[in-house]
């Protein structure tokens, strides 16, 4: 998901999708599949592809920006992620 001026984009498997909502009130809603990387970047942590200190990659080939102080948070809750997919 990216926000644009309060308009959330969603993209998915077969497109995009556009709506009016505040990535705040989502990440709420969301919280342990989804994970914000940056002020305008919502992701679900099951299309991650990779990431480094500075990017996440998604399954689709999009490289995000990935904000030096999500880093950590970012990490912790794709670790977590994995472990309670694993189970």
Known sequence: MESR??????YLKDGSMEYYAKIGDLEEELAGQ???IH????INLFH???YDK????MANGDKLLLSRYKY???VQAYM??????SL
């Open 34 to 36: 989804f994970y914000r």
């Open 72 to 74: 950590d948070g970012f």
């Open 48 to 50: 991650v592809e990779g």
């Open 5 to 10: 001026n309060h308009n959330i984009i969603l």
């Open 54 to 57: 500075t990017e996440v990659r």
């Open 80 to 85: 977590d992620y994995i472990s309670e997919e």
């Open 39 to 42: 002020r305008g970047y919502l």
